[in-house]
């Protein structure tokens, strides 16, 4: 069987079919089927694709957002504006929370959308004082109820420092890029090394050129950054915006004003390029599982016609189904191999990934500790603190894309133990085609978009982790290394807060000894600290994240086993009374259960076909 | 300062550039001696750098007042270019072997154009443009090409024009430095650059300017108020403070436009304000709509000069001013565009910082200089390189200027760190061009008794400063020229006054 055509599904009919396979489950009682296709069916018309809005400070980025949803939303000044990471995302009703970080944990408060500007500007909260890790908008907005999450970041200060490499260390997470820069000049040297690091590591990175309301001459730095695309063998489309002209403060009677705005252009852009095909994953992922339910259904059907149609073999359907039910009820308990094996994976994930994370953060710190013996200038010293904080980075990322493809493979083991402990588990009659207990495993072998995402570099390992949970949570680490419009005020991380200001100013070569060792010393002792925060928190993160796999793994199986079950223990019921039916009766259920397949095959006939039979 | 009874700083180091040529006589360091006694005579060299596209050749225009530098939306100043004065038009490219080519030149819209198509451009060190205008007698301004731009060839070039390696002495006496917005890069940028000199890193050569200032309020009409706010903040921030004395605000294509505006520019503009309401809104409102062929009866054509020499901003100042005025004239415009600009704080800081330290920033280059030669001659001749090298430390050591500069230096970059007063004194004390009575912070009408005594009671204080258990070795330098400065100034005080100060 040929492989699942990309261009043939299409979300929205695939959205229906699944409507008409809840349909079926609802009239059958099945909830459990009702509810499992009813989320599938929310992500097909709401996949959470995330998309970073980013680029230098000033260039215009909150101004985009804003001009995206045509509200004023996220706070734009003249001055350095954003100074922490905002995701705007889909809610029936407007909510924000501001994520904080208080001693050792996280506070959520609630706050109102006018408050907005005392938390993620530079005005209301310079610097990021208030240690705001993020800010989460909900909004009722259509643009959002399409799945997307839009982040607006504060701007970075020379696209070659340190939070640039931790946001380049966030990009296997994001769905989509939107790189933001003004028309008011061509692309600089830290920008277009950004840009193609970008691109290496997110399949998704739309070029915006903003405020060409404010250029006259932006035609001509669109054809020299096109060039430069060009020449770095790295052509994509350049959308020229004016986020000025469209959205909030244009007259609604300017209809070609806003028209010419490229608004449009760059929101239709963020179809096909990401919500699209993001869609088509969740459809293709949605109807595997609606067949894999419209397969449980039939047999059960089957059963039933069976047995009306020849009662004499219901004892022994009966009993098969029975020995299976017993099976299942194994299976689901505490010392099934598959939980077993679970539990030992997850432990030992979580050791090696506790263990590589100290080592290679060991490594930084001695490598920090050797570099800074030789720090002869302050200069010197800020490249250290750039090069801790890519590294730092780096590292953490490192974890967390282990972790998350350590699960997969969690999963992917579970369901070949099964699938080996089930072997003889089929409880239909050698007439009829066997149950494929692995097809209750719909995700195995679902990802067709495998070749679409994903960086070279990075091979197959990142596949899946677009949208993931962990993606969350390292906006949160971003937040941490991504220090607000401080970088306009070079204290543009924590380190250099402390150790910029220990050197500043100061010749190390002419300067006394004893008080260069003293600022070595006082260098060291802040890098210490700023390892030691970050491998607390890091630490506290990965064992969160753990728990969530094992749940997450756990609970997944244990309820399509108990789902199973259902179907068997069911089928035997119907199978029983069908057994004792006779005559007018028989014939009745006899035409509701031809009635009911055909239905079945209607509703499969609407799904391509998904896997190798 | 001069009536100081030891030679002036610029006749010592003359006499180091003496000596320096009697030991390198005839050798190929002999040039280079020459250059450095005529640059001691010459104007102050500032040198205009800032990231690409920051407006550098556009505020040089404005700041000669006339259209030279080429300018352009894409990367256009390739060359390490200096504008100096002459009396005639001429135009020179000197190559990295020292040799000067005669360059021709043809002026578009004013702007000049250069003919190198001849030339290797990798070959060139320099191009150097004389000019009589009398915006140079004082000054020669020195245009860069942009750094951390995408030619990596041009960042290199003017990387080391500005000297930031340690080995080359730096081709200018000053700086202005270009930002659009304090950037991470220029704030390094602007470190390196003080890095080296005589009295090492150091912001008392240095002024920030925060360029293409009427673009960062999106060109509203009020864009020039919310560029002043934003440099006020940098200017009071702790680490600008340590790289720059000042920043100010100033949109470039508006006083270069303004200082050069023609009659019929000033026509078209206010044609372009009879227009009806509703349609000029329309055509303000952006760059593309203003050139809407439709909406106007002046030609496209000309409205995309207008938009050329003015910006979004300009056209917009412009009409909001003919509007309010009435009947705005070529010369009412320059006026407002010029004052609008904020070109006047830049003058004045250059007449209030740079000038009056000519000398002194001059002779500090010129040391630097001499410096390197020493260092050159080592291999060949240690035994008189030592002796110039030496020769060199003694010049510097005993020129009062020198140790006030230092002193600047040490305070200016918060390397000692005086508090709120002791700064306010320390400014009041060493501001150059001012008066005794000021420089003690008394009264102009102060009787001499009481200025002796203020000066005495000076020296009394920093020197208890100085003795402090916490003071440092910077700090108590700091504290001992202040002492000394006042000593100075009590002793200034002693002496008849000459005539007409
Ligand atoms: N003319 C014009 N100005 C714009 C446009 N977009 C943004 N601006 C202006 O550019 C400035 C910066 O806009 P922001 O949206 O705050 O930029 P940002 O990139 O989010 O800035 P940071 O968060 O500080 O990094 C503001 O003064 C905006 O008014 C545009 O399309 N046209
Ligand atoms: N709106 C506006 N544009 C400016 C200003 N200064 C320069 N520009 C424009 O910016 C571009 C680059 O200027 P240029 O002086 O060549 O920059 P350089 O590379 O730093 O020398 C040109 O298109 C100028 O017209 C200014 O003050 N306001
Ligand atoms: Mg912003
Ligand atoms: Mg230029």
Redesign the pocket.
């Known amino acids: 069987m040929s492989n699942p055509n990309l261009a043939e599904a299409r979300p929205i009919d695939i959205a229906a079919a699944v409507d008409a396979v809840i349909a079926l489950a609802t009239d059958l009682g099945r909830a459990d089927f009702v509810h499992r296709l009813t989320v599938a069916a929310a992500r097909v018309r709401r996949p959470a694709t995330i998309i970073c809005v980013v680029?230098?400070?000033?260039?215009?980025?909150?101004?985009?957002?804003?001009?995206l949803l045509g509200q004023a939303i996220?706070?734009?000044?003249?001055?350095?504006?954003?100074?922490a990471i905002t995701l705007l995302r889909y809610g029936a009703e407007p909510h924000i929370d501001v994520r904080r970080r208080v001693d050792d944990g996280i506070v959520v408060e609630q706050i109102e959308l006018s408050a907005l500007a005392d938390w993620v500007s530079?005005r209301g909260n310079p610097d990021n004082i208030k240690a705001v890790e993020r800010v989460d908008i909900s909004l009722p907005h259509p643009l959002l109820a399409n799945g997307l999450a839009i982040v607006?970041?504060?701007?970075?200060g020379g696209l070659g420092a340190g939070h640039a490499a931790a946001t380049l260390a966030f990009l296997p997470f994001a769905d989509g890029l939107v790189f933001?820069t003004?028309a008011s000049c061509e692309l600089s040297a830290p920008e277009a090394e950004f840009l193609d690091r970008a691109c290496e590591l997110c399949p998704n990175v739309l070029f915006a050129l903003?405020?060409?309301?404010?250029y006259p001459a932006w035609r001509q730095i669109a054809a020299i950054d096109a060039e430069r695309l060009r020449a770095a063998d790295n052509e994509r489309p350049i959308l020229p915006?004016?986020?000025?002209?469209y959205g909030t403060d244009v007259d609604p009677g300017d209809e070609s004003l806003a028209g010419t705005?490229g608004v449009p252009a760059l929101l239709e852009a963020l179809d096909t390029a990401i919500i699209a095909p993001a869609k088509t994953l969740a459809a293709l992922r949605a109807a595997a599982e609606a067949t894999g339910i419209l397969d449980q259904i039939e047999q059960q059907l089957r059963i039933e016609l069976d047995v009306l149609v020849d009662p004499a073999g219901a004892a022994e359907i009966v009993a098969r189904l029975a020995d299976a039910t017993a099976h299942l009820d194994v299976l689901r308990g505490p010392g099934a191999r598959w939980s077993l094996l679970v539990a030992d994976r997850v432990s030992d994930l979580s050791n090696n990934s506790g263990h590589q994370f100290r080592k290679a953060m060991r490594l930084v710190s001695r490598d920090m500790e050797d570099a800074i013996e030789l720090l002869k200038s302050p200069e010197d010293w800020d490249q250290l603190a750039r090069r801790l904080q890519t590294d730092v980075a780096g590292t953490v990322t490192t974890v967390f894309v282990g972790i998350e493809s350590e699960a997969q493979a969690i999963r992917e083991a579970v369901i070949d133990l099964i699938g080996e402990d089930s072997v003889d588990l089929s409880p239909m009659s050698a007439r009829r085609e066997r149950l494929d207990v692995m097809s209750i495993w719909t995700d195995k072998g679902v990802d067709p978009n495998a070749k679409h995402r994903g960086g070279e570099q990075l091979g197959s390992a990142l596949v899946g982790l677009r949208g993931a949970q962990s993606g969350i949570i390292m906006f949160g680490m971003v937040g941490r290394f991504l220090p607000a419009?401080a970088a306009?005020l070079m204290m543009s991380n924590p380190v250099t807060v402390g150790i910029g200001a220990v050197f500043a100013g100061m010749q190390l070569a002419d300067a006394h000894k004893r008080k260069i060792a003293m600022r070595r010393q006082q260098a060291r002792a802040n890098v210490r600290q700023f390892l030691d925060d970050v491998q607390f928190a890091i630490g506290n993160e990965i064992g969160e994240v753990m728990r969530d796999v094992q749940r997450g793994v756990r609970d997944e199986f244990t309820e399509r086993i108990s789902e199973l079950g259902r179907t068997y223990s069911d089928a035997a019921r119907q199978a029983q009374q069908a057994a004792q039916q006779g005559g007018e009766a028989a014939r009745d259920r006899i035409a509701v259960l031809k009635s009911t397949l055909e239905r079945v095959a209607q509703a499969r006939r609407t799904f391509p076909r998904l896997m190798p039979s | 300062m001069s009536a100081n009874p030891v030679l002036a700083v610029v006749d010592r180091v003359r006499m180091v550039c003496s000596l320096a040529a009697d030991i390198v006589i005839g050798t190929a360091l002999a040039p280079q001696v020459d250059a450095v006694r005529a640059r001691l005579d010459g104007a102050l060299r500032i040198a205009i750098a800032g990231r690409v596209k920051a407006g550098k050749s556009t505020l040089l225009n404005a700041l000669v007042g006339e259209r030279l530098a080429p300018t352009n939306a894409g990367e256009c100043t390739k060359v390490v270019t200096w504008y100096q004065y002459g009396t005639a038009y001429d135009v020179t490219a000197v190559g990295y072997d020292g040799r000067s080519t005669s360059i021709a030149f043809r002026r578009v819209d004013g702007a000049l154009n250069f003919d190198i198509e001849g030339l290797r451009l990798e070959a060139i060190e320099r191009l150097v443009v004389s000019w009589p205008s009398s915006a140079l007698r004082d000054i020669t301004l020195i245009d860069t090409p942009g750094l951390a731009s995408l030619s990596a060839e041009n960042s290199l070039r003017t990387t080391e024009f500005l000297a930031l390696d340690d080995t080359h002495p730096s081709d200018a006496d000053a700086v202005i430095y270009l930002m659009r917005h304090l950037h991470r890069r220029d704030a390094e940028f602007l470190g390196s650059f003080m890095d080296r000199s005589v009295a090492g890193a150091s912001p008392v050569n240095a002024v920030a300017v925060l360029s293409r200032a009427d673009e960062?309020?999106?060109?509203?009409l009020d864009a020039m108020a919310?560029a002043r706010r934003i440099s006020e903040r940098y200017e009071t921030n702790d680490v600008v403070r340590t790289l720059c004395t000042a920043v100010a605000p100033v949109a470039g294509l508006i006083a270069e436009t303004g200082l050069t505006l023609r009659e019929d520019e000033a026509w078209a503009l206010r044609r372009l304000a009879a227009t009806p309401a509703p349609v000029l809104e329309r055509m303000l409102r952006?760059a593309d709509a203003f050139c809407d062929p439709g909406a106007s009866e002046l030609t496209v054509e000309l409205r995309r000069q207008l938009l050329d020499r003015l910006g979004?901003f300009g056209v917009r100042f412009c009409v909001a001013e003919i509007r309010s005025h009435e009947s705005a004239t070529a010369n009412d415009l320059s006026k407002a565009l010029v004052a609008e600009s904020g070109l006047d704080a830049l003058r004045g800081l250059i007449a209030d910082l740079f000038l009056p330290r000519a000398h002194i920033l001059k002779a500090r280059t010129a040391l630097v200089s001499l410096r390197s030669i020493a260092r050159d001659l080592e291999s060949s001749d240690p035994a008189r390189a030592y002796q110039l090298a030496a020769e060199i430390e003694r010049c510097e050591a005993s020129a009062p200027d020198f140790a006030e500069l230092r002193l600047s230096h040490l305070v200016m970059s918060g390397i000692v760190a005086f508090n709120e007063g002791q700064r306010r004194e320390f400014s009041v004390l060493t501001s150059p061009g001012t008066g005794v009575e000021e420089r003690l912070g008394d009264d102009p009408a102060a009787d001499q008794a009481t200025l002796r005594a203020s000066a005495l009671a000076g020296v009394e204080r920093w020197r208890t400063y100085g003795s402090a258990p916490m003071a440092d070795i910077a700090m108590r330098e700091a504290c001992e020229t202040m002492a000394h400065t006042y000593e100075s100034l009590f002793v200034q005080l002693h002496e008849p006054r000459p005539a007409g100060i």
């Open positions: 680029g230098e400070f000033k260039q215009g980025k909150s101004s985009l957002v804003n001009a996220c706070p734009v000044d003249d001055d350095i504006a954003t100074s530079e607006d970041t504060p701007g970075m933001v003004d903003t405020k060409t309301d404010l915006v004016s986020s000025m002209l705005s419009g306009a | 960062i309020g999106a060109g509203r919310s952006a979004v």
